[in-house]
T-cell receptor, first 115, second 112 residues
Framework: NAGVTQTPKFQVLKTGQSMTLQCAQDMNHNSMYWYRQDPGMGLRLIYYSASEGTTDKGEVPNGYNVSRLNKREFSLRLESAAPSQTSVYFC??????????????FGEGSWLTVV | SQQGEEDPQALSIQEGENATMNCSYKTSINNLQWYRQNSGRGLVHLILIRSNEREKHSGRLRVTLDTSKKSSSLLITASRAADTASYFCATDAETSYDKVIFGPGTSLSVIP
């Protein structure tokens, strides 16, 4: 059972370039999330999707877009990358309703550097 | 400001010792969870404690919750080198259904 799979693992972008981080889960979870992790900041929620066809902004959505392609897949797009978006990105999912004390299952992370 | 704050930021102990880390939060919560992150990996769920619970155990882990003080502690007994990781508390606020807040974490080093 793969759980949450995200790609790519590492990426270097130039300022202004665009890219999409892909995420898929095979646990039949309804809710999916994108977080970023920066030193000393913990994890901050970028966007989440409570169900297929819905997406909502989290704490730090500026500069990002998301697509819930189907129940399994939730992608994160940087349209015009900026150095401030250098971070580690985590995709995650939960069964049932978003949050509500459900265990959050995380992917292995994507290390993004914007130069 | 962040909902959850772990303390200490870093902790170094000898193998076999107990490790205690604390989490403080600001607003009333429904649940508090602890997660572990090994270097270069994703977070893994350790334990959840609900607001009406005071203590939970899971193997060598003991979690307490004091809602009057808005704090929780994670105790790892008889630590092992493999426990070296960062530990995060995550709270879901009673008045908000749209996010779980993670603290900045405690970095634990267990020296063999």
């Amino acid at each position: 059972n793969a759980g949450v799979t995200q790609t790519p693992k590492f990426q270097v972008l130039k300022t202004g370039q665009s890219m999409t981080l892909q995420c898929a889960q095979d646990m039949n979870h309804n809710s999916m999330y994108w977080y970023r992790q920066d030193p000393g900041m913990g994890l901050r929620l970028i966007y989440y999707s409570a169900s297929e066809g819905t997406t909502d902004k989290g704490e730090v959505p500026n500069g990002y877009n998301v697509s819930r392609l189907n129940k399994r897949e939730f992608s994160l797009r940087l349209e015009s990358a900026a150095p401030s978006q250098t971070s580690v990105y985590f995709c995650a999912s939960t069964p049932g309703q978003a949050f509500s004390g459900n265990t959050i299952y995380f992917g292995e992370g994507s290390w993004l550097t914007v130069v | 400001s962040q909902q959850g704050e772990e303390d200490p930021q870093a902790l170094s102990i000898q193998e076999g010792e107990n490790a205690t880390m604390n989490c403080s939060y600001k607003t009333s919560i429904n649940n508090l969870q602890w997660y572990r992150q090994n270097s270069g990996r994703g977070l893994v769920h350790l334990i959840l404690i609900r607001s009406n619970e005071r203590e939970k155990h899971s193997g060598r882990l003991r979690v307490t919750l004091d809602t009057s003080k808005k704090s929780s502690s994670l105790l790892i007994t008889a630590s092992r080198a493999a426990d070296t990781a960062s530990y995060f508390c995550a709270t879901d606020a009673e008045t908000s259904y749209d996010k779980v807040i993670f603290g900045p974490g405690t970095s634990l080093s267990v020296i063999p």
